[in-house]
């Protein structure tokens, strides 16, 4: 059986890397098109399972494990995704400084034609952020292909004063919630391929 990675995320790859999965890499397009009306987790995990789909309808393979993600920040009403521009990346990190907002990361696999799918949700609380520090920020272009506009796992997590959930999710693969589903779905361990 082979593992095919649906997803353009250099931090999923490498995690799922350093996890030891071996994968092979799609980097086909699927569409991100949605209707702004969704609720976050219905969001996430119809984006992975769309990024997983249009892999399965391009490599068409037997005993292939297709898997794929996608994440987004969520700060009250507002669902943030990757920043337009510098100034839309400033404008997100004001409006979390100082509060709590959600991370949500959906995952989704195909196996022989079989589609399965589920979420995960973290809580980060922001400490308060100076404006130098978010232009200090912005000029070390990290901010522009992530959600929100910030990475847990570089300089973004100095940002970070508290973290409620998966650490894992926020930096955009919740790996075991993925093992999980897998696992009980399908009957794979990825983690011993």
């Known amino acids: 059986m082979k593992i095919l990675l649906a997803s353009k995320s250099p931090r999923r790859r490498k995690m799922l890397k350093e996890l030891g999965v071996k994968y092979t890499l799609w980097n086909g397009e699927a569409d991100e098109s949605v209707n702004k009306e969704y609720k976050p987790h219905s969001l996430v995990k119809l984006l992975a399972k769309r990024k997983a789909y249009a892999a399965y309808k391009d490599v068409k393979a037997k005993d292939t494990l297709i898997i794929s993600a996608d994440t987004v920040v969520v700060l009250g009403n507002e669902i943030l995704g990757k920043p337009k521009d510098d100034d839309d990346a400033r404008r997100m ?11 949500y990361s959906g995952v989704a696999a195909i196996y022989n034609g079989k589609t399965v799918s589920d979420y995960e949700k973290t809580q980060i609380k922001f400490r308060d952020i100076s404006d130098s520090e978010i232009e200090r920020y912005i000029k070390t272009g990290e901010h522009r292909d992530k959600a929100g506009s910030y990475g847990i796992q570089e300089k973004g997590g100095y940002f970070v004063e508290s973290v409620k959930g998966d650490i894992n999710n926020v930096v955009g693969l919740p790996v075991l919630k993925l093992r999980n589903m897998i696992y009980k779905e399908f009957n794979i361990d990825i983690f011993d391929n």
């Not at 100082?98 to 991370?103: A, I, M, P, T, W």
């Open 93 to 103: 990190l004001r409006s979390m400084s100082g509060s709590s907002h959600y991370v």
